[in-house]
């Protein structure tokens, strides 16, 4: 049975730390590129960040770039998001998914949720003002 299960999340003031996690189980996770995405209240889904399973690439949406920092430990099938320098706006529901994307770029994979099969239920995020 294929998991993500993430973990991590919780109330933090503004300017605060969190990390996340993202434990894998079910597939080949040294194969599969990680998404991070997020939604908070009343809005859309979005993409924060990826990292690929083949050259380790990355790729942060402007928002939280030189602030979020997605790595993966392939030994341990867990991927990450470091997150510093909180933002009240970086509330939201996170989550990570994972998919088979071949040559597709992060940028794409972020921006679109290309070949995201797999996705975890999320953890809260909240940032205090």
């Known amino acids: 049975e294929v998991q993500l299960v993430e973990s991590g999340g919780g109330l933090v003031q503004a300017g605060g730390s969190l990390r996340l996690s993202c434990a894998a189980s079910?597939?080949?996770?040294?194969?599969?590129?990680i998404g991070w995405f997020r939604q908070a209240p009343g809005k859309e889904r979005e993409g924060v960040s990826c990292?690929?399973?083949?050259?380790?690439?990355?790729y942060y949406t402007d928002s939280v770039k030189g602030r979020f920092t997605v790595s993966r430990d392939n030994t341990k099938n867990t991927a990450y998001l470091q997150m510093n320098s909180l933002k009240p706006e970086d509330t939201a529901v996170y989550y990570c998914?994972?998919?088979?994307?071949?040559?597709?770029?992060?940028?794409?994979?972020?921006?679109?949720?290309?070949?995201?099969?797999?996705w975890g239920k999320g953890t809260l995020v909240t940032v205090s003002s």
């Open positions: 079910g597939f080949t996770f040294d194969n599969y590129a």
């Open positions: 998914a994972a998919g088979d994307v071949g040559m597709m770029p992060c940028t794409t994979v972020t921006a679109t949720a290309y070949g995201m099969d797999y």
């Open positions: 990292i690929s399973s083949r050259d380790l690439s990355t």
